[in-house]
């Protein structure tokens, strides 16, 4: 399992765009916007009723609730419903938006993600600079609730696939099973899929006041019990019809399904949605048996500790058979250390930003005589000073004639050392601005990667200081 940049660069929609009508659970009428995000944003909900217009991020860690929806909860602000909203901007492959809300709950419009992504379209699509981040599935990682047997898994692939089986137990529904291959064929198969109830619960929800903004335009309503009249009246006068009806495929009214097996499509679009809150794109194949949104949910939960354990610990890569963009002349151009105290060999990289060097560890190194006889280690104290000297050469780029400068230790804070660096090994040193550079002091984030594994990491602060006439 890696995590990684892609040649695909991020999206975010070209311009603003509104859309209008009531929430299914609350009733309320409700503005959403579509506003265009920076790079790197990826989705937040922005309450603009409430003081202070709070943010949501569309993170799995703030789901609270999963009862009629994916319901999100961040410092007392609530979200309701989020999951069809947010499956409309993973099929529409948009990576950064702010979805701003007039009250708790999205529009319901009927019941899919398809004016959602008509709304989106009509915004146009603008292309970022920065490359899209992408989770790719290396092994299995799957989650079942033991309760109710539902289970995801996910399984290697070469894009994002999703594979629904869904059985309720009753004739009026059966067994469905529904497959998206790819994202670009969400607009035409996925998107329109329409949520769905059973008679027995919508008529717990009424009895509860819990669809105030139902009707028959945006649920698929099953029949799978025997309906009495008093019922039907009830629900006639719940949806403000004359007369409600049983049509031989078993739906309350004169609903025609899109597809045959619609309920699978829109547990599929639930999945999507439910899985955005990852908060990264994902490069695997899901099969979900029996999805719901607690499932769903607690799936995406796990696999967003360990997409963040990965960034934590991934290790970049490098391809160390290029020409360097500076050897080893270049560096004792810039550098004043000199054998046997130069512990670089090569620069790979060097922006205003960040620094990557490199150096071959050998037998040849002097400190291998006493550290120790017979078990050479090379000491931590050494890397660490490898990687100071790594980002003495971002901080004396700085200056137009660094062979005048010297680098100074200023601090070093929470130093870690995870792996021993043995003879034959090849360290890569990355460091990172923690702040901007001012005064000659530079603070930074530095690593130290060998055998594809992290094996010293440290925050450090250097200062360059002019040499003495």
Same mark, same amino acid.
Do not use: W
């Given at each position: 399992?890696?995590?990684?940049?892609?040649?695909?660069?991020?999206?975010?929609?070209?311009?603003?765009?509104?859309?209008?009508?009531?929430?299914?659970?609350?009733?309320?009428?409700?503005?959403?916007?579509?506003?265009?995000?920076?790079?790197?944003?990826?989705?937040?909900?922005?309450?603009?009723?409430?003081?202070?217009?709070?943010?949501?991020?569309?993170?799995?860690?703030?789901?609270?609730?999963?009862?009629?929806?994916?319901?999100?909860?961040?410092?007392?602000?609530?979200?309701?419903?989020?999951?069809?909203?947010?499956?409309?901007?993973?099929?529409?492959?948009?990576?950064?938006?702010?979805?701003?809300?007039?009250?708790?709950?999205?529009?319901?419009?009927?019941? #899919?993600? !398809?004016?959602?992504?008509?709304?989106?379209?009509?915004?146009?699509?603008?292309?970022? &600079? /920065? %490359? @899209?981040?992408?989770?790719?599935?290396?092994?299995?990682?799957?989650?079942?609730?033991?309760?109710?047997?539902?289970?995801?898994?996910?399984?290697?692939?070469?894009?994002?696939?999703?594979?629904?089986?869904?059985?309720?137990?009753?004739?009026?529904?059966?067994?469905?099973?529904?497959?998206?291959?790819?994202?670009?064929?969400?607009?035409?198969?996925?998107?329109?899929?329409?949520?769905?109830?059973?008679?027995?619960?919508?008529?717990?929800?009424?009895?509860?006041?819990?669809?105030?903004?139902?009707?028959?335009?945006?649920?698929?309503?099953?029949?799978?019990?025997?309906?009495?009249?008093?019922?039907?009246?009830?629900?006639?006068?719940?949806?403000?019809?004359?007369?409600? #009806?049983? !049509?031989?495929?078993?739906?309350?009214?004169?609903?025609?399904?899109?597809?045959?097996? &619609? /309920? %699978? @499509?829109?547990?599929?679009?639930?999945?999507?949605?439910?899985?955005?809150?990852?908060?990264?794109?994902?490069?695997?194949?899901?099969?979900?048996?029996?999805?719901?949104?607690?499932?769903?949910?607690?799936?995406?939960?796990?696999?967003?500790?360990?997409?963040?354990?990965?960034?934590?610990?991934?290790?970049?890569?490098?391809?160390?058979?290029?020409?360097?963009?500076?050897?080893?002349?270049?560096?004792?151009?810039?550098?004043?250390?000199?054998?046997?105290?130069?512990?670089?060999?090569?620069?790979?990289?060097?922006s205003d930003q960040h620094v990557v060097g490199m150096k071959n560890v050998t037998m040849n190194e002097q400190f291998f005589v006493g550290h120790f006889p017979g078990a050479p280690v090379m000491p931590g104290v050494l890397q660490v000073e490898a990687m100071a000297q790594t980002g003495g050469i971002l901080v004396l780029s700085t200056v137009p004639d660094p062979e005048n400068y010297l680098t100074f230790?200023?601090?070093?804070?929470?130093?870690?050392?995870?792996?021993?660096?043995?003879?034959?090994?090849?360290?890569?040193?990355?460091?990172?601005?923690?702040?901007?550079?001012?005064?000659?002091?530079?603070?930074?984030?530095?690593?130290?990667?060998?055998?594809?594994?992290?094996?010293?990491?440290?925050?450090?602060?250097?200062?360059?200081?002019?040499?003495?006439?």
């Amino acid at each position: 399992m890696t995590v990684g940049k892609t040649e695909i660069k991020q999206r975010t929609i070209a311009k603003e765009v509104t859309l209008t009508g009531v929430g299914l659970h609350t009733g309320e009428n409700v503005t959403l916007k579509f506003v265009p995000a920076p790079e790197n944003y990826g989705y937040a909900f922005k309450r603009v009723d409430l003081e202070g217009e709070p943010l949501i991020e569309a993170n799995a860690n703030f789901v609270v609730n999963t009862q009629r929806g994916t319901n999100l909860e961040k410092r007392g602000v609530k979200i309701h419903t989020s999951e069809h909203v947010l499956a409309a901007l993973v099929g529409m492959e948009i990576d950064n938006v702010i979805i701003e809300l007039d009250a708790p709950e999205p529009p319901i419009m009927d019941g #899919s993600s !398809k004016y959602f992504v008509e709304a989106l379209e009509s915004a146009g699509i603008k292309e970022q &600079e /920065a %490359a @899209r981040e992408e989770y790719i599935v290396k092994d299995v990682i799957s989650y079942k609730d033991e309760e109710t047997g539902s289970e995801i898994t996910i399984i290697p692939s070469d894009s994002y696939q999703i594979t629904t089986m869904v059985d309720f137990g009753t004739k009026v529904l059966g067994t469905q099973n529904a497959t998206l291959e790819k994202l670009s064929d969400f607009k035409t198969e996925i998107a329109n899929a329409r949520t769905f109830s059973f008679l027995h619960e919508l008529e717990m929800l009424l009895d509860h006041g819990l669809i105030k903004g139902g009707d028959l335009n945006n649920a698929i309503v099953y029949v799978d019990k025997e309906i009495s009249e008093d019922t039907m009246k009830k629900l006639e006068k719940s949806f403000n019809k004359e007369k409600l #009806s049983i !049509k031989p495929n078993g739906i309350l009214d004169n609903l025609t399904l899109h597809h045959p097996n &619609e /309920a %699978a @499509r829109h547990k599929l679009l639930d999945v999507i949605g439910d899985l955005a809150l990852t908060g990264t794109r994902i490069r695997g194949k899901v099969i979900a048996n029996k999805p719901g949104h607690f499932v769903n949910t607690q799936f995406a939960k796990k696999l967003s500790k360990i997409i963040r354990l990965e960034k934590r610990n991934a290790v970049p890569q490098y391809d160390l058979s290029q020409p360097p963009l500076m050897d080893i002349h270049k560096i004792m151009d810039m550098l004043p250390h000199r054998p046997p105290f130069l512990l670089i060999d090569r620069i790979l990289e060097l922006s205003d930003q960040h620094v990557v060097g490199m150096k071959n560890v050998t037998m040849n190194e002097q400190f291998f005589v006493g550290h120790f006889p017979g078990a050479p280690v090379m000491p931590g104290v050494l890397q660490v000073e490898a990687m100071a000297q790594t980002g003495g050469i971002l901080v004396l780029s700085t200056v137009p004639d660094p062979e005048n400068y010297l680098t100074f230790f200023m601090k070093i804070d929470n130093v870690k050392f995870k792996q021993k660096v043995l003879p034959g090994d090849t360290l890569v040193f990355h460091c990172s601005l923690i702040s901007p550079i001012r005064r000659g002091i530079c603070h930074m984030q530095a690593y130290a990667y060998a055998n594809n594994k992290l094996v010293c990491e440290a925050e450090m602060m250097a200062q360059i200081v002019k040499k003495k006439e």
